[in-house]
């Protein structure tokens, strides 16, 4: 099986009664979204989208409202067919999948947690979570003791026979999260699942998400339209507009290096503290960088994934250049004061 677990080839989506002519003619002609409405009177959704997600990812997908984030992810368990392309999940072509197939697919190898959890309402936290093992025809004895170990990788413990008007809302958005694992799938599509949270509930269920997904090796899709919470979660971000994605890249390499003027809008309000890293900044260790009278060995040391908040911490303890080591300790560059404040300021 390939280490990729999603991969995506030249995905296109119209939505409209002359689908079929516009994508064509996109095809033949190079027509934009503009000129398909204005022609066709259908609406480019996905616009030639390509990328791979290795196993274990978390692959945020944000954009403005519109921006084709939410169409995006419907693809991947076939909600939504594709105009063209292909969509692989753990190397199925999804759109080969005959409705056999891709019902086991969506229920064994696919979980997914929307905004809106629709919780049965008269159905216990427990029945809740066992309902798709239920229509699976598992036992009941067995599906609860899924049930029981998926509740509790989600800390609700206790509340297993409570009704769903019982509960904060952050603890529903829970419940969905673990009847999305009660199936111990390999892939977990997030659809703004924690946009609706009071901010204090919201960045604690993002950091108990990453926890358990990293733990468990979860290869996730994550939609949202939050750019701190991209970064916060995300390994990867890639940035829609309009249908396309303009930027794909590791959280510092988005807020760094943005691709155009729109990304640059979107994260110019992000800090660079705690998200470049020392191995971003530092120089190479020699004569140039270190001064001829430095003890090397009395200089501060720093891993060189320390961010730039702990290396202020350091620097303010010490008036040595910090010497940056790498995961076996070794010494591999140096940061000194001029270094850091250009890495604060962002001109590295």
């Known amino acids: ?11 296109w989506k119209i939505f ?28 480019v959704g996905i616009a030639d989208v390509s990328f791979t997600v290795p196993r274990g990812e978390i692959f945020c997908i944000m954009g403005l409202s519109g921006s084709g984030k939410s169409t995006l992810i419907r693809h991947f368990n076939r909600l939504i067919e594709p105009s063209s392309g292909t969509v692989k999940v753990l190397d199925h072509n999804m759109s080969e999948l005959d409705p056999k197939a891709l019902r086991q697919v969506r229920a064994k190898d696919i979980g997914m947690v929307f905004q809106h ?48 008007h019982q509960l904060s809302g952050g603890m529903k958005q829970r419940v969905g999260l673990a009847r999305a694992l009660a199936s111990d799938p390999e ?43 991209a970064i916060r979660i995300g390994d990867r971000i890639a940035i829609m507009k309009d249908g396309r994605l303009i930027q ?70 010490s008036n040595l250049p910090i010497i940056i080591t790498d995961a076996m300790g070794k010494d591999i560059g140096v940061v000194n004061k001029n270094t850091l404040l250009k890495g604060i300021k962002g001109d590295e």
């Open 16 to 43: 409209g009664k002359n689908a079929e002519q516009a994508m064509k003619a996109v095809k033949e002609e190079g027509l934009d979204k503009a000129a398909v409405l204005k022609r066709f009177g259908c609406v």
């Open 248 to 317: 794909i890249g590791t959280p510092e390499q988005i807020v760094m290096n943005p691709a155009d003027d729109y990304v640059a809008d979107f994260v110019k309000g992000i800090s660079n503290l705690k998200l470049i890293n020392a191995r971003s900044i530092m120089l190479d260790i020699n004569t140039d960088t270190l001064p001829s009278d430095i003890d090397i060995a009395a200089a501060p040391r720093a891993d060189q994934e320390t961010n730039l908040e702990g290396l202020i911490d350091i620097s303010i303890t």
């Open 1 to 11: 099986m390939s280490e990729d677990v999603i991969q995506l080839e030249n995905v």
């Open 187 to 229: 892939v977990l599509l997030m659809d703004e699942p924690f946009s609706a949270l009071d901010p204090l509930i919201r960045h604690e269920l993002q950091n108990q998400f990453v926890d358990l997904t990293k733990t468990l090796q979860k290869t996730t899709i994550f939609i949202t339209h939050d750019l701190d919470e």
């Open 117 to 164: 959890m629709a919780l049965l309402p008269h159905r216990t936290v427990l029945d809740n979570v066992a309902f798709p093992l239920e229509v699976q025809g598992i036992a009941k004895s067995k599906r609860w003791d899924i049930s029981l170990h998926a509740l509790s990788l989600v800390n609700l413990t206790g509340f297993e026979y409570r009704l769903p």
